[in-house]
């Protein structure tokens, strides 16, 4: 499976940004998906998944009760609304999916998006 993020941009604190990631190649209906971000000379870590059906969701603390993963598998599309935006958030988004069970790690992502910058001003 492809994956191709898109959505990212520069935002002032406070502001909502709605990322999208696109998946061609195969359907993301047999896949978890998640959110991942990565701020220069940090670790990538992780801020959201959701299992296959939709059903289930988990989120870093950093950004629960802030950001929100849904996913239409009928447009085989998985999006993240990111409310209340703060500058810690500023980072490259990346989509990614797994065939695991609602991993939370990076390494348990094998298919990966090429990212979208995230900048939060203050």
């Known amino acids: 499976v492809q994956l191709q993020a898109s959505g990212g941009g520069l935002v002032q604190a406070g502001g909502s940004l709605r990322l999208s990631c696109a998946a061609s190649?195969?359907?993301?209906?047999?896949?978890?998906m998640g959110w991942f971000r990565q701020d220069a000379g940090k670790e990538r870590e992780f801020v959201a998944t959701?299992?296959?059906?939709?059903?289930?969701?988990y989120y870093a603390d950093s950004v629960k009760g802030r950001f929100t993963i849904s996913r239409d598998n009928a447009k085989n599309t998985v999006y993240l609304q990111m409310n209340s935006l703060k500058p810690e958030d500023a980072a490259v988004y990346y989509c990614?999916?797994?065939?695991?069970?609602?991993?939370?790690?990076?390494?348990?992502?094998?298919?990966w998006g090429q990212g979208t910058q995230v900048t939060v001003s203050s």
């Open positions: 959701i299992n296959r059906a939709g059903g289930s969701t």
């Open positions: 190649g195969r359907s993301i209906s047999t896949y978890v």
């Open positions: 990614a999916a797994s065939p695991a069970i609602v991993p939370k790690t990076p390494e348990g992502y094998p298919y």
